[in-house]
């Protein structure tokens, strides 16, 4: 008896400590956040994840939010604006040039091209236009490289992207990224669901989460994310989503659009926020479409902005090394 009393108030004083100690890393989290500092101690840094994700990190910026970077499109709700504009973040100061064909990739050679479609990871969230995959892939191939990747995108709408964007004829070889937030968008996009998206991005809704909360409840949110931040973060990095409810939705769009890639090769790879892995993930030919390559680039946490969740330029960079040695393989296998 006095053994197990003796153990509950160890355990009672741990609880103490931790949860004071948390409110300690949960100061410093925040004000390292308002001085613009991402902090390399573990428990700080996963707590500046969390909050940042939460909307309390007063320099965190949204592509979409950037006036200068979208315009509004009826079919895909917006596009990236023809231009330069600025993105800064607490981890990054960007510049984004725009054209017909995408984002730019630098002079163009000659010779059939690669299209490239996908979200904000193949865009190129957090660097600038040099360094995005499909520059340095460009490169590395010596063949033209569209970048039409935009932020946000499904699979629907990256399709849709790719071909009103006139470059199909110009290439022979298509590579998507894929990524876990996809998944809703492939579901359903349709009219009503379009119309919910323009409202989102160009309506008045500026506020975020949280200046619409109140400040107690604010700091309570705040608190827990901070004692619950070395768990999920460890979580994070070990535990993989399962693939296969997103394979059916995506071949299906895929196999929707097997006009448009009639004769082409397809690479899929996948890039999910700060490096989540998929378990299930096929490798090689599809068998329904054995014109789709799936790919495991191998990314892993440390390929990704600490807060941000986005490549960064590493990630970037072994993207397209991985990219390049599988469309020499393809190239190998088809001659």
């Known amino acids: 008896m006095q053994f197990k009393t003796r153990l509950i108030g160890w355990a009672l004083l741990g609880v103490v400590a931790y949860t004071t100690v948390g409110a300690a890393v949960y100061v410093a989290s925040l004000m390292l956040l308002q001085q613009g500092h991402v902090s390399g101690l573990p428990w700080l840094a996963a707590a500046q994840k969390k909050l940042h994700r939460a909307g309390m990190n007063p320099h965190a910026n949204n592509w979409l939010g950037q006036p200068d970077c979208i315009r509004e499109d009826m079919d895909l709700v917006y596009i990236p604006a023809t231009g330069t504009c600025r993105f800064d973040n607490i981890e990054f100061s960007t510049s984004l040039t725009f054209t017909g064909e995408g984002r730019n990739t630098g002079p163009k050679p000659e010779g059939m091209g690669i299209a490239v479609i996908g979200d904000s990871h193949a865009m190129g969230w957090g660097v600038d236009d040099h360094e995005t995959f499909s520059a340095v892939l460009q490169q590395m191939s010596a063949r033209p490289v569209y970048n039409l990747g935009v932020a946000s995108y499904g699979t629907s709408r990256e399709f849709i992207r790719l071909e009103k964007s006139g470059v199909l ?148 960079r072994k993207v397209a090394e991985k990219l390049f040695e599988g469309l020499q393989k393809l190239a190998s296998t088809r001659d």
């Open 169 to 316: 004829d110009k290439v022979d070889t298509v590579i998507i990224q894929y990524c876990n937030n996809d998944h809703s968008e492939n579901l359903l996009f349709d009219t009503a669901s379009r119309d919910a998206l323009r409202q989102r991005v160009f309506g008045q809704f500026t506020q975020t989460n949280l200046q619409q909360t109140g400040n107690v409840m604010r700091i309570l949110k705040g608190y827990w994310l901070t004692l619950r931040a070395p768990f999920s973060d460890l979580l994070e990095r070990v535990r993989r989503k399962n693939f296969q409810r997103h394979y059916g939705p995506f071949m299906q769009i895929v196999g929707d659009h097997r006009d448009a890639l009639q004769g082409k090769r397809i690479i899929v790879f996948y890039s999910n926020p700060h490096g989540q892995r998929y378990r299930n993930y096929p490798a090689g030919p599809d068998t329904q479409l054995p014109a789709v390559h799936f790919m495991d680039p191998g990314l892993d946490w440390s390929d990704y902005y600490r807060l941000d969740g986005h490549l960064t330029p590493v990630g970037h």
